[in-house]
């Protein structure tokens, strides 16, 4: 009976008043929502007079609030009960403390980095004690896990990284090219070239090719293991996870990463060659023998020296990150992806760390 007695929504204007009548409720405002808030919306300025609304809902106050844009009007006439309506409306909500705020973005991070920092220095401690127990057991020592993580690390990325380096190659040598040719120094192309390429730019971009791919792969094998429970099986069994997962790992890949970068270097000089000869009309013989000639013996040393520490470092952060997945496909996915960031992140810092100690070397 209420309901049938109950009329639409309607909103008159007169010169200075605006005046709401029937029943402002959800079922009578689902058709007319936007028209009726649009008109409100235009007549915020005025007084209100909402004395003769029949029914009013939390929706037909919801659009009135935002049609007198968060704010009770000044010239305001309604029924008592439609206060309780209106009354957490106009309630801003505290400001939060700055505090607070720094304390709430900054104390999560800053955990998570002393939680990491704990968990690899643990990992180290570990690393150290089982290779002191290989020295005195030589037997312990998983040749074939070493061998096959060679050949999956190592051998299956030189595809990736002939293809990457032989473009960065091009590249290089074409806008190096271009602007030598302008100031009459196109030989010099072979000294830019040949002392970047070993010294830097061949172990870095390796560094990063393997550790977004092999150092991921390390992750995701080691994280699938916790999801299948076989690394709980490993500790049922006695058997360390350093000794048959870690050390293989390190091992292989600081042995694989040199051979990586004088086969990624190469390609990069040879395809710095090839524009070299194509802009300069340099000659091959003139430019591998300008080669040579050009770069001291000691950036090639140097710059093996840095990928056996990439190496190392890239399979340690891999393990580290994969040893602290969680048994869910979530924990996995998002192991995988911060072991692939941290990785290529201390391979550049450590690598601004060679370049200032070794900056007297072999220049």
């Not at 008109?39 to 809902?57: F, I, N, P, Y």
């Not at 040749?143 to 960065?168: C, E, K, N, P």
């Not at 971009?205 to 792969?217: E, N």
């Not at 992806?337 to 990785?343: G, R």
């Amino acid at each position: 009976m209420q309901a049938s007695a109950e009329s639409p929504p309607t909103l008159i204007r007169d010169a200075n008043t605006t005046r709401l009548a029937g029943a402002w409720t959800l079922l009578y405002l689902r058709e007319r929502f936007d028209e009726l808030g649009m008109q409100a919306a235009a007549a915020r300025d005025a007084a209100w007079d909402l004395s003769e609304v029949q029914r009013l809902d939390h929706a037909g106050a919801l659009m009135l609030w935002q049609a007198w844009g968060g704010k009770r009007p000044e010239q305001l006439h309604w029924r008592p009960e439609h206060e309780a309506l209106f009354s957490g409306m106009d309630t801003p909500a505290p400001p939060r403390p700055r505090r607070r705020l720094a304390r709430e973005s900054v104390q999560p991070l800053l955990l998570g980095f002393a939680s990491h920092m704990v968990d690899a220095t643990t990992l180290l401690g570990r690393i150290v004690l089982d290779l002191m127990l290989i020295a005195r057991r030589p037997q312990l020592i998983a040749w074939r896990d070493i061998s096959a993580q060679i050949y999956r690390s190592g051998a299956q990325a030189l595809g990736i990284t002939a293809l990457v380096g032989f473009l960065v190659g091009i590249t290089l040598s074409y806008l190096t090219s271009r602007q030598l040719k302008s100031y009459g120094a196109d030989i010099f192309v072979v000294n830019i070239l040949g002392l970047s390429v070993w010294r830097e730019l061949g172990p870095l971009l390796a560094a990063i090719l393997l550790a977004g791919r092999s150092g991921s792969a390390m992750t995701a094998q080691l994280g699938v293991m916790r999801v299948t429970q076989e690394l709980d099986a490993l500790s049922v069994m006695g058997i360390s996870h350093t000794v048959r997962l870690v050390i293989p790992r390190m091992l292989a890949l600081g042995l694989s990463m040199p051979l990586v970068v004088v086969w990624t270097s190469s390609l990069i000089l040879f395809g710095g060659m090839i524009a070299a000869s194509a802009i300069l009309g340099l000659d091959y013989v003139q430019f591998l023998r300008g080669v040579p000639a050009a770069v001291p013996i000691a950036n090639l040393w140097l710059g093996l020296a840095k990928s056996v520490v990439f190496g190392l470092l890239i399979a340690f952060t891999a393990c580290h990150y994969g040893l602290r997945i969680k048994p869910n496909s979530v924990s996995l996915g998002a192991g995988t992806t911060d072991s692939v960031v941290a990785s290529i992140t201390m391979v550049i810092i450590v690598d601004a760390i060679f370049a200032v100690v070794f900056s007297d070397v072999g220049l």
